[in-house]
């Protein structure tokens, strides 16, 4: 299949530029927003993610012969739009928040400023991308508040659609998970890879302790033994048998944890393994991890919950106009009045407003038309929020790939320490801070 | 990025690889399963799908030069374990479900038959897949059956990661809906596109009334407008009054569905628009289109509900190896003891007991060792369920592309009539037929 991504677009989107072309609007400048109403599951913020990996996918956002012949037979628009579609690329300007940034109901995440025509056919692939993977970093944020300074790795690739898993791996490393057990991400984008066994590996072999040799064999006493296969006290017994008292680590994927685990490590310093390593995997959450931290655990894999973002699955961004030039050139805020859906109108700057170094409110400045709005520096204890992504078309290489990665987790773990203590409580409430609507003066 | 699809694997599949190189066990020939401990969500039944997806996957599982250095300079692996991947093509046999079929807590859902070494490695992909797939299919054939006869379109792509978005359509396509929005879905695999506008279309213009105009002019008074920009009995007459009596439809995207839907279809009847249809798209799942049945709506749109899963985004199987020869050759069943997450041991066959041609329950023969499983000719009332998808490594090319979809729906649509009347209501309750264990004779 085709590596171009311009077909991952819903098809109104299509035949919306088709009637724009015919009717004269298509080269109206528009301003596109990307916000979330309200923080999905009663979370107290959420964490942008998915930046880098939208602008390298914009970056293969092209109509090929495959794709124009597909809109030309199915009539999806007519051969003037087509003519349009074969030289397509976004010459636009699109600004955003960095990714890692927190981000609450609101928020202008990302600022698209283009013709009709280029912007209009971006709305689905930038929500697919910031929908998915901001629901996952903002969940593994949470288990990573609740995990402390414990390691946490990513293992739920199995869990999720295999290109999602890749995605999903990438957004918990950004939110503060360590490691992931996917070997695709740590390919494209150098995340750190870590795994141990399974219970096929103990299956596979005549007797546990066999399984357990070879293991040792192969990777070391520092390898990390699965125990839990058929009885835990034998198992844990017969790992520090074969691997000695320096065996690295046990991994339990089963029973209840809190109670396992300390059994476990009473057993492991008896048998003289004081310094083995107790990993839990089983089902773990932002609230079973909570539950653990008084339990002799000293890593945890997360596997279902952190890929579908523990209850949260995708983050309800949508993908909005509004600004337009009207006929005059001139330029006007627009917005919906749908029930329940009403939007903001008008171009924002945002700013994360700062008290001795902890957040206060999330103040976004709608600016009156199109003028440029006032910058931070008339917020003295506000931090801008937005950034260049793409400038006259041309992409932020920066963001892309494992640099963009690494800029990403260290700007997230940077400004979580903003957050105030309410907001990193697990239960359910109101965002940690509030938004507050400004007119630009 | 490369399209070989090896490194969506986690990393414990490739060190138990070498860690069996290295001791002789990676030849033995093994019988893994996937199947599902329960039905999440307390569903009454589960669609299987991805399996024509997994199989296409399938014959791009290879370890390319970009793999192997990065495995070598990882240290995933030692030399011995490349020179073997670097040669890796599946070369054992896949029996399983067909796409599109029901299944129920222990129905095994796929068999994957060869060496160790070949077949851990497909865990993660086989289950990335088959657990996405399905959960969306479960999801889909769930709001299918609620929606009766009315059609069905999936509009959620922009809710779900861009490449799952894909997926999502074709699971739910499988599953009874009637169209995707995606069009990179109808580029792939035939689905029917459709679409209708979005508010940004509206909001572009100058008015309302002014949109509708272009958009009736560019695709005809057939079109479906968007009411809910504004006010939507405005929005109505304006339609009727641009489009004229014979406009196609009308889009409702907010508001009490029930409620207006009514007051609409009273407003479009009085204007004389007795024909034009109402289609609904908010926030619907399966619940909410129950709601609507004594509506007077003629179709739904359903967005991020069907391609989350509505609930359960993912379907929980698991790969587990039930069989495997020991060093004389014999084979043995195997199954971890684990606490609540015990398995079945040994290859089994799977029937669906029918009475009057209503399922009566998922029979599963478990085997005696490896011997061949008596078939559905010692169960005259039972439909056998296991087909051959890949034999000695030849891939059934049938189950791929859009004829492998085309084949999986009307294959759903025609097993779904088997199920029971209290398989279709959609509360939580048991499976809706049991499964029965039985051992071979």
């Not at 918990?172 to 494209?188: K, Q, V």
């Not at 006032?374 to 400038?391: E, K, M, N, Q, T």
């Amino acid at each position: 299949m085709s590596a171009r991504t311009a077909l991952h677009t819903d098809r109104y989107e299509l035949t919306m530029l088709d009637a724009a072309l015919r009717d004269g609007t298509a080269d109206r400048r528009c301003v596109f927003e990307v916000f979330a109403r309200r923080l999905s599951g009663g979370r107290r913020f959420g964490v942008v993610a998915g930046t880098g990996r939208l602008l390298s996918l914009l970056r293969d956002f092209r109509f090929g012969d495959e794709e124009l012949r597909f809109l030309r037979d199915e009539r999806v628009v007519g051969a003037s739009t087509l003519d349009y579609l074969a030289d397509y690329r976004f010459t636009g300007t699109i600004s955003g928040y960095r990714e890692g940034e927190l981000y609450f109901p609101g928020s202008p995440i990302l600022e698209i400023e283009g013709t009709f025509a280029e912007a209009v056919l971006l709305e689905t692939l930038a929500l697919s991308v910031l929908n998915h993977d901001s629901a996952v970093a903002t969940a593994a944020a949470r288990m990573s508040i609740a995990a402390g300074d414990r390691p946490l790795a990513e293992m739920g690739s199995r869990r999720a659609g295999e290109q999602s898993a890749l995605a999903a791996a990438r957004a918990a490393y950004i939110a503060g998970f360590g490691a992931t057990s996917n070997l695709a991400a740590g390919l494209r984008w150098g995340i750190p890879t870590m795994g141990t066994a399974a219970h096929s590996w103990t299956l596979l072999h005549d007797t546990e302790e066999e399984a357990f040799r070879s293991q040792v064999a192969a990777l070391g006493p520092g390898t990390t033994l699965l125990v839990d296969t058929y009885d835990i006290p034998t198992g844990v017994e017969t790992a520090v048998r074969v691997a000695g008292p320096d065996l690295g680590g046990v991994r339990i994927d089963s029973g209840d944890l809190p109670t396992v685990a300390a059994q476990v490590r009473e057993l492991l310093d008896d048998l003289g393994a004081t310094k083995t390593r107790i990993t839990v995997t089983s089902d773990l959450d932002e609230f079973a991890i909570a539950a653990l931290a008084a339990s002799p655990v000293d890593a945890y894999g997360v596997g279902t919950s952190v890929v579908t973002g523990s209850g949260t699955p995708t983050a309800g961004m949508v993908y909005k106009l509004v600004a337009r030039q009207d006929s005059d050139g001139g330029w006007v805020s627009v917005a919906k009045r749908s029930a329940d859906k009403a939007s903001a109108g008008g171009r924002k700057a945002a700013f994360r407003t700062l008290d001795d170094g902890a957040a206060t409110s999330e103040l976004i400045v709608v600016s009156d038309g199109f003028e440029k709005i006032a910058d931070a520096a008339s917020h003295p204890s506000a931090r801008g929020l937005h950034v260049p992504l793409v400038v006259g078309g041309e992409i932020d290489e920066a963001a892309e790939g494992p640099a963009g990665v690494a800029t990403a987790r260290a700007h997230h773990l940077r400004v979580r320490e903003e957050l105030p203590v309410r907001g990193l409580a697990l239960s359910r409430s109101e965002p940690a801070i509030p938004t507050v609507f400004a007119e630009a003066g």
